[in-house]
């Protein structure tokens, strides 16, 4: 807030702290008002650009992100219906689909202090029977490479939810690359749900942020599931 807010007459504002009333005037206020501090054009069009770059990206910007020498997500899909699940482009967001790559954690105890001592079980396969109340850690069909001032979330899709079937809401980090490892999670108490290698899994949603780029230890993923990767002193 740097001026008072002032039309082409020099006339300024002023409020009475008492009722609230509002008085524009080129004169001195009368006793009990105050002046009213509003931000100028120039800073009001400033916030609103600022605004709009940290919007959500809409359809149309994530397209042009995925068309120039160094795509937003390779291979990019226009919407498309895969067996009643849509996939592809979004109004708002890009929904990616399964690689044929799953990775089961079998140990029969975890510790989340010592997570190298992780029991993996890697399988490549066109089809994955998700047991009841299990998860299976999948991995995208589509690369990703965000540029430096652009994050993105990943969210589970409804229609998967309706059958209970959920990924792990997940960040990708401004300046990640690599395929998306994905959580998915089988909810249901006696049901198998069969997965398939190109089934839409999740929706990703795409925001315009600052900050520094991710420089952590999930950069540059290969098209296969990543485990847990604890016990490092940087990253």
């Not at 359809?59 to 996939?87: T, V």
């Not at 309706?162 to 909810?187: F, K, M, S």
């Amino acid at each position: 807030m740097q001026s008072v807010c002032s039309n082409k007459n020099n006339m300024s504002f002023y409020i009475n702290e008492q009722t609230g009333r509002l008085l524009e005037t080129d004169d001195d206020p009368p006793a009990g008002y105050i002046s009213v501090q509003y931000p100028t054009q120039t800073e009001t069009l400033r916030t609103n650009n600022k605004l709009q770059r940290e919007a959500i990206l809409a359809d149309r910007e994530i397209r042009q992100l995925c068309k120039n020498n160094k795509p937003l997500i390779a291979p990019f899909a226009e919407r498309y219906d895969w067996h009643g699940i849509s996939g592809g482009l979004d109004n708002n967001g890009y929904c990616i689909a399964l690689g044929n790559q799953w990775q089961i954690n079998a140990a029969p105890i975890i510790d989340a202090a010592n997570l190298k001592a992780q029991f993996i079980i890697n399988k490549t396969a066109d089809e994955f029977v998700l047991a009841p109340n299990s998860c299976v850690l999948a991995t995208s069909h589509e690369i990703f490479d965000l540029p430096d001032g652009i994050m993105a979330l990943s969210f589970g899709k409804s229609t998967l939810a309706r059958i209970n079937l959920v990924t792990h809401v997940t960040p990708l980090e401004a300046g990640w690359r690599g395929h998306l490892t994905i959580e998915v999670a089988n909810l249901n108490n006696r049901t198998e749900i069969i997965l398939r290698a190109g089934m839409p899994i999740t929706q990703i949603v795409f925001f315009r942020v600052s900050g520094s780029p991710y420089t952590g230890q999930y950069q540059n993923q290969p098209p296969v599931p990543i485990a847990a990767l604890g016990n490092k002193t940087n990253g």
